[in-house]
Every structure is written in C-alpha cells, then in structure tokens.
T-cell receptor, first 109, second 112 residues
Framework: DQQVKQNSPSLSVQEGRISILNCDYTNSMFDYFLWYKKYPAEGPTFLIS?????DKNEDGRFTVFLNKSAKHLSLHIVPSQPGDSAVYFC????????FGKGTKLSVKP | DTGVSQDPRHKITKRGQNVTFRCDPISEHNRLYWYRQTLGQGPEFLTY????????KSRLLSDRFSAERPKGSFSTLEIQRTEQGDSAMYLC??????????FGPGTRLTVT
C-alpha cells in the first residue's frame, strides 16, 4: 500500500517553460513534505520542503504547493533548464521519510 | 558535498557471501539513517541511529542485516548470506532534526 504516489513516471518540458511535478499522499498524519532530485549513480539531493501548516514555500526557481484537503503537493520549476533533467522524488514524514517512486524530468534545449 | 561519504561505491559479490558497507559523516551529525533503493522505486527506510543508539528498524531489515554505529560517528551495514534480492543501492543519510535528510552517494550492491 503506497502512502506516497507519483503517478507520472516521466515528464518532458521545453527549456524556459514551467515544469510541474505532482505527488499524492494518503496518510493524514504526515506533517512535513520534501522534494529530492536524483542524478544517475548519485544519492538523492534535497531540494525544498514544506510543513503541513503552510500551503506554499518558494526557493529561487523552485516552489512547492501543498493542498492538504486534496492530499496533494506539487513542485513547480520556473524557468526549467536542461540541468534540471533528473529523477524527482516526493517524500513525506511523520517520523521516517516515505518516498514516492519518482518522476523522470527531461528538459529539452 | 552532502556531508557524508560511503564506501565502497560499488560491490559485486556472489550469493551466500557476507558484505559490509561503511558510512562516514563528515562531522558528527546526531541522526544517521540507512535506506535501500531498487530500480524504479524510491528509497526505502531500513534503520535509524541517534548518536550510537539504534532507535528504529524497518520490517525490511531481516535477520541477515545488521547495522552499528559505534561511538556515534561512522556506521556500518552488514548483510550476511547475500541473496539476489539484496541487489540494490544502499544509501546513508544524516539529519540534524527529524525532517530534512542529506544523502551520501550510495553503495551499489550486485549479487550474482
């Protein structure tokens, strides 16, 4: 039973446009949410996080939105750059991190 | 620099052999985690240390797996009698608090 779901295995976006990565969760006890980026043969790199008491957090080109009633969060990358091409993992926690399966983002020049 | 190194980066072993991986935080972060990641999946929690105390273990951590963190610094993860299903990336992470965790580069294990 997956508690954190990323339903899109892949996403392709043109350089300069917006990338929107989505994540759904089922456990209402989660109190903190995180996004990680992963390149091949490397460990995941922390990108941005949001507490369950907020609905938006912004850091440069990255913004995370949280909709608690829908149990949904999204990561917006604006503008997208070719170097953003990687696998993005959504994670949630009420103790230990629970990860989704990831979405592979390809940003085309 | 993620603040943690792992050794070895790659390990190929035959089924039935024992393997040991090491995780070295650059400074003494009080929380240290081990995860396993298989192809097409996100990282899955295995175990967690606060200083030298192992506070939580996942059901994924069978009796063949053991982890230690002597003196609250580096940590080791040993797998005894390896099976092909143990083939995965083993990731170590550190955290100062209960939320953000910072991952090392991982050790890729292949069991033949």
């Amino acid at each position: 039973d997956q508690q954190v779901k990323q339903n899109s295995p892949s996403l392709s976006v043109q350089e300069g446009r917006i990338s929107i990565l989505n994540c759904d969760y089922t456990n209402s006890m989660f109190d903190y949410f995180l996004w990680y980026k992963k390149y091949p043969a490397e460990g995941p790199t922390f990108l941005i996080s949001i507490s369950s008491i907020k609905d938006k957090n912004e850091d440069g080109r990255f913004t995370v939105f949280l909709n608690k009633s829908a149990k949904h969060l999204s990561l917006h990358i604006v503008p997208s750059q070719p170097g953003d091409s990687a696998v993005y993992f959504c994670a949630a926690t009420s103790g230990n991190l629970i990860f989704g399966k990831g979405t592979k983002l390809s940003v085309k020049p | 620099d993620t603040g943690v190194s792992q050794d070895p980066r790659h390990k190929i072993t035959k089924r039935g052999q024992n393997v040991t991986f090491r995780c070295d935080p650059i400074s003494e972060h009080n929380r240290l985690y081990w995860y396993r990641q298989t192809l097409g999946q996100g990282p899955e929690f295995l175990t967690y240390f606060q200083n030298e105390a192992q506070l939580e273990k996942s059901r994924l951590l069978s009796d063949r797996f053991s982890a230690e963190r002597p003196k609250g610094s580096f940590s080791t993860l040993e797998i005894q009698r390896t099976e092909q299903g143990d083939s995965a990336m083993y990731l170590c992470a550190w955290g100062q608090g209960p939320y953000e965790q910072y991952f090392g580069p991982g050790t890729r294990l292949t069991v033949t």
